[in-house]
């Protein structure tokens, strides 16, 4: 089983501030995703990512395959990015995807 | 619109009753998530078919099940309910693995 470890669980930020939220997992991927999902419960696949840097706005998403680890950074962030975070793992065989326990992040204006 | 329609949206049911969520993908998608989202154990992967085939399968119970049709539409059928399995059900869509997912809005079920 792919371990999926998120961190923080809960952030609060300021608008403007640089945020980083970070993803751990335990063994091999093909491929991992950053997701969003907001108040309403609806989700929306920010990035699928298997190697290097990606970058879509003010978030840039970076995952290191050697140090199994990921992180999702948002830059001058908003009240609108206020949103649970979750970090997907796909693994190799592609049957198995691991979902972190998501990030709750809340910016004040 | 994200492209992927579920329906439907909400759905109140009793104990033991069984249900059917539908879900069409994106034009051009050929592969169908489906995933659950319950509050005490976060989003699960549930199974995955593509062009009409399954081809993963996750946490699902044995009293579901989903098939995908010619059209490319799916269904997840859920039966002998029980009070656990109220939960947000999404569907997401994606022309296969290492492409883009998109997510449908969800069908909110609780059973009661």
């Known amino acids: 089983k792919n371990e999926v470890e998120q961190s923080p669980q809960n952030l609060t930020a300021q608008e403007g501030e640089f945020i980083t939220i970070n993803c751990s997992y335990s063994?091999?991927?093909?491929?991992l995703h950053w997701l969003q999902q907001h108040p309403g419960g609806g989700i929306v696949s920010l990035f699928m990512l298997s190697s290097g840097k990606k970058k879509h706005g003010r978030l840039i998403a970076t995952i290191n395959i050697q140090e199994k680890h990921s992180s999702l950074h948002i830059t001058a962030s908003h009240p609108r990015d206020s949103a649970v975070y979750i970090c997907a793992t796909l693994l190799y065989n592609f049957n198995k995807f691991y979902f972190g326990s998501g990030t709750k992040l809340n910016v004040k204006p | 619109d994200s492209g992927v329609t579920q329906t439907p949206k909400h759905l109140i049911t009793a104990t033991g009753q069984r249900v059917t969520l539908r879900c069409s993908p994106r034009?051009?998608?050929?592969?169908v998530y489906w995933y659950q989202q319950s509050l005490d154990q976060g989003l699960q992967f549930l199974i995955q078919y593509y062009n009409g085939e399954e081809r993963a399968k996750g946490n699902i119970l044995e009293r579901f099940s989903a098939q995908q049709f010619p059209d490319l539409h799916s269904e997840l059928n859920l039966s002998s309910l029980e009070l656990g399995d109220s939960a947000l059900y999404f569907c997401?869509?994606?022309?296969?693995?290492?492409?883009?997912?998109?997510f449908g809005s969800g069908t909110r079920l609780t059973v009661v």
């Open positions: 034009s051009g998608d050929l592969s």
């Open positions: 063994v091999g991927i093909s491929a």
């Open positions: 997401a869509s994606s022309k296969d693995y290492n492409y883009g997912y998109t």
